[in-house]
């Protein structure tokens, strides 16, 4: 299938992304932060990190508000996959198509551990990925 | 037209940067009680009527600069600078 994989000004591991989705045997096509597209052309988006727009503002806020956003909304709207991945997580969360707002630290520490993940939605892009039943192992 | 944007962290939200600061402080025997962080924000707005700014200004604020999930603020008229 055909996914689309946004770029904003400071996206990076996008090309990881593509090379996953190829490997994986889909075609990749690129989604610029300016353009909007047709939500029918794709199957499924991802929105890879990096520090979008210089993280300028809060995390994920401009790139949340440009032309490409509109589209992957009217696309979330069909019902279709969005995986949002770190910072493009955040822009999921600044462009309300998750709910909630991210906040720092508390110990204003980098922090890394692996976290269990409890799976809400049975039928979920993430759950069927992890091929896992109930809990999702996560880094 | 030129106005301001003071954006502050909602009360219920933990401040961690103005905490980080508020420490700082206090290490360095400054006398403070409380410390929050923000940002300030300038516009200038090509309006002659002070209302319809303001609601261009208050619609620019909701639209991306502040989020209101976690933050608040407030908009204020700045003198005109002059040229």
């Known amino acids: ?139 | 037209m030129r106005f301001g944007i003071q954006i502050l962290p909602r009360e219920v939200i933990l401040d961690t940067q103005g905490r980080a600061v508020e420490q700082i402080l206090l290490a360095n025997k400054m006398q403070i009680s409380h410390c929050r962080v923000g940002r300030y924000v300038e516009v200038e707005v090509p309006f002659k009527n002070e209302a319809e700014a303001l609601k261009e200004v208050q619609k620019m604020t909701e639209f991306v600069l502040v989020n209101p999930l976690i933050e608040v603020y407030k908009v204020s008229r700045l003198p005109e600078v002059n040229p």
């Open chain 1, 1 to 139: 299938m055909k996914i689309g994989i946004t770029r904003f000004p400071g996206t990076n591991c996008d090309y990881d992304i593509w090379t996953f989705v190829k490997e994986l045997g889909h075609q990749p096509q690129w989604l610029w932060h300016q353009d909007h597209f047709d939500p029918k052309e794709v199957e499924a988006v991802i929105i890879p990190g990096g520090f979008s727009y210089g993280d300028y503002l809060r995390s994920g806020a401009l790139a949340a508000r440009s032309p490409v956003m509109t589209s992957v909304r009217d696309f979330a709207g069909t019902g279709r996959p969005v995986l949002g991945i770190c910072n493009g997580f955040q822009i999921l969360c600044e462009a309300h198509l998750l709910p909630g707002a991210l906040l720092r630290n508390e110990s204003l520490k980098f922090q890394d551990e692996w976290a269990e993940l409890e799976v809400e939605n049975p039928n979920s892009f993430s759950e069927r990925t992890s091929r896992s039943a109930k809990n999702f192992h996560c880094p």
